[in-house]
């Protein structure tokens, strides 16, 4: 996406009245985590071979994540399935998190629960959509990555309590450290204002 079409569209998006130095960017997506878990590669002892449990069960939880890069500002909510109003209801969770007088711009894929409609009650919050097969453009596709390396990989899970607590010990291991939050998430064609 280029940095003009991505202003373009900013501009389009938020209400007129609406300053661009009062706007926030927002990254959103939704990762599955379960019992079918990430292996990776682990440290062990040279000429050892060490082994990695891979369950075959089925069960996982949903978990909706959203990272405002300038700010650090984070949000989260795990669902044990994805659908337009759990959606909303994370839409509802970042609306809240923005700052009075600020506007959130929650960019986000074209996932069949993003539809148009689902900001539409939401006044200080717009939607801006990726082009289709480009997830390299969202940033919070490295957290997720982040958080199977370094919290979820390799681990087996009892159920679905077990995976959500997990999954928010992993998220919560994630966004202590503010910095690594900007760091991560953050990218130059996101800036719209010096």
């Not at 405002?68 to 994370?90: D, F, R, S, Y």
Request: net charge positive.
């Amino acid at each position: 996406m280029s940095l003009k079409k991505f202003q373009i569209e900013l501009i389009q998006r938020i209400p007129g009245h609406i300053a661009l130095k009062r706007v926030d960017i927002w990254f959103q997506d939704e990762a599955r985590f379960g019992q079918q878990n990430t292996t990776t590669r682990i440290w062990a002892t040279k000429g050892s071979r060490p082994r990695v449990v891979k369950q075959q069960q089925f069960e996982y939880a949903y978990l909706f994540g959203a990272v405002c890069p300038a700010t650090g500002e984070t949000e989260a909510l795990i669902a044990p399935w994805v659908n337009k109003e759990i959606m909303q209801q994370h839409l509802e969770l970042i609306s809240k998190r923005t700052e009075p007088e600020r506007h959130a711009v929650v960019i986000m894929d074209g996932a069949g629960w993003h539809t148009d409609d689902i900001a539409k009650d939401i006044v200080n919050l717009s939607i801006i959509k990726l082009p289709p097969y480009s997830p390299e453009l969202n940033p919070i596709e490295q957290v997720w990555s982040w958080l199977r390396q370094h919290c979820l990989a390799n681990r087996c899970f009892n159920g679905y309590s077990d995976i959500v607590n997990a999954c928010s010990d992993a998220w919560n291991h994630f966004v202590a450290d503010i910095q690594q939050v900007k760091t991560l998430c953050s990218r130059s064609w996101i800036k719209v204002v010096n």
